[in-house]
């Protein structure tokens, strides 16, 4: 299958600053990326939709200047949580579907970032 | 409602002792059903897509089916190493609906 890299695997920062989660796909390009949240045992939750050079769309009840996302390529997206509070505190995973080639359609995930705020 | 049911939400086997794992979808049209594996601290290790009713593809002791309502996740033998969570999704147009995911142990 494809690779998707995310970047850190893990961060612990202090309550009120911000954090930048990198999701990159290694070996495809990736015009659709998708991050996700997940809770201890639970399933996973679509933030958003990330298109390469357009505006994210987000779910809904997920504030948009809390989370900014931004694609700027076809193999990089980033995830930034602002202001971060311990209620933030969660695993997050981006995805990335390959556009074209042998895994046009497919969605690939990145291995996540478990964020701690203390 | 476009949706993804996943049943049992957890299953203890005994190793060697072969079982199944059900998907039920309802999702308008399907262009895909998705198969993940997924251990604790992770991110979903991506198994099998199927795409249309009668459908097979198989992988080591991992067998994903498809009908027109389900998907099933066989799994034969099972080794401890297979203990992890299972997710199935559907695919509409560019929108994924994921299940809740279903557990399983393989005891040695």
């Known amino acids: 299958g494809a690779v998707v890299s995310q970047h850190p695997s893990r961060v612990i920062c202090k309550s009120g600053t911000s954090v930048k989660i990198e999701c990159r796909s290694l070996?495809?390009?990736?015009?659709?990326m998708f991050w996700y949240r997940q809770f201890p045992k639970q399933s996973l939750m679509l933030m958003a939709t990330?298109?390469?050079?357009?505006?994210?769309?987000?779910e809904q009840g997920v504030e948009k200047d809390k989370f900014l996302i931004n694609h700027a390529s076809l193999t990089l997206s980033t995830l930034t949580v602002t202001s971060a509070h311990p209620e933030d505190s969660s695993f997050y995973i981006c995805?990335?579907?390959?556009?074209?080639?042998?895994?046009?359609?497919?969605?690939?995930f990145g291995e996540g970032s478990r964020l701690t705020v203390l | 409602e476009d949706q993804v049911t996943q049943s049992p939400e957890a299953l203890r086997l005994q190793e060697g002792e072969s079982s199944s794992l059900n998907c039920s979808y309802t999702v308008s049209g399907l262009r895909g059903l998705f198969w993940y594996r997924q251990d604790p601290g992770k991110g979903p290790e991506f198994l099998f897509t199927l795409y249309s009713a009668g459908e097979e593809k198989e992988k080591e002791r991992l067998k994903a089916t498809l009908t027109k309502k389900e998907s099933f996740l066989h799994i034969t033998a099972p080794k401890p190493e297979d203990s992890a969570t299972y997710l199935c999704a559907g695919r509409h147009r560019n929108q994924f609906y994921f299940g809740t995911g279903t557990s399983l142990t393989v005891i040695p």
């Open positions: 995805s990335a579907m390959p556009g074209t080639g042998a895994w046009t359609g497919e969605l690939f």
């Open positions: 990330s298109n390469e050079g357009s505006k994210a769309t987000y």
């Open positions: 070996d495809f390009q990736a015009t659709t």
